[in-house]
């Protein structure tokens, strides 16, 4: 099946500063990827998505770059805030677009 | 807006105890799915719908059933509740229009089988 990971189990930053979420993918079929932001307690919530033809989407304070070479997906977040703080999942859909595969996250922690 | 809500939000069986979770959602979506979630994992599915009636097994099936009566609910049952079930399960809806499905997930219901 899908297979989706993270480079970093858990980041830190520094308040204002700009935070760099990584994540691999392994199947290179995949057409659509999506971001969430999951707060402790909460369900996930949608941050930003991105179909395989783009490589680059921007939202308010976040930019998603794909790099479908390497299987490669990012999440920026500009301007990092204490409200920031959660794990971060990226998702991606199998050829049917049926079904979504999470990785195991990767924790932010904001410094102020 | 209510979007996707599940219940209970807690709940604490007993080995061998059999429960149903409710989810429903008031947004008419089409696609519907059942997610777990172990402690500093990420969400694996469990079962999904794509229309009422209509219902398919996702990574982790075992354990669970599900059925789709109406286009609103998505019930997840199980049966001969195990230890390795304990978990947080998330049920999650999404419109599916044009191949693009952003996901709605609801609260979440934690689950401890001791």
């Known amino acids: 099946g899908e297979s989706v990971g993270l480079h970093l189990p858990t980041l830190s930053v520094q308040e204002g500063d700009n935070s760099i979420i990584n994540c691999a993918y392994s199947?290179?079929?995949?057409?659509?990827f999506i971001w969430y932001k999951q707060e402790s307690g909460k369900g996930p919530q949608f941050i930003i998505d991105i179909r395989s033809n783009m490589d680059k989407r921007q939202g308010q304070r976040v930019t998603v770059l794909l790099n479908k070479t390497v299987k490669h997906l990012s999440l920026q977040i500009a301007a990092t805030q204490p409200g920031d703080s959660a794990v971060y999942f990226c998702?991606?859909?199998?050829?049917?677009?049926?079904?979504?595969?999470f990785g195991s996250g990767t924790k932010l922690n904001v410094k102020p | 807006n209510a979007g996707v809500t599940q219940t209970p939000k807690f709940r604490i069986l007993k080995i061998g105890q059999s429960m149903t979770l409710q989810c429903t959602q008031d947004m008419n979506h089409n696609y519907m799915y059942w997610y777990r979630q172990d402690p500093g994992m990420g969400l694996k599915l469990i079962y999904y719908?794509?229309?009422?009636?209509?219902?398919d097994k996702g990574e982790v099936p075992n354990g669970y059933n599900v059925s789709r009566s109406t286009t609103e609910d998505f019930p997840l049952r199980l049966e001969l509740a195990a230890p390795s079930q304990t978990s947080v399960y998330f049920c999650?809806?999404?419109?599916?229009?044009?191949?693009?499905?952003?996901?709605?997930f609801g609260e979440g219901s934690w689950l401890t089988v001791v």
């Open positions: 719908s794509v229309g009422a009636g209509i219902t």
């Open positions: 199947n290179s079929a995949s057409d659509y």
């Open positions: 998702a991606e859909s199998g050829p049917d677009f049926n079904k979504f595969y």
């Open positions: 999650a809806s999404s419109y599916g229009q044009g191949g693009v499905n952003t996901i709605y």
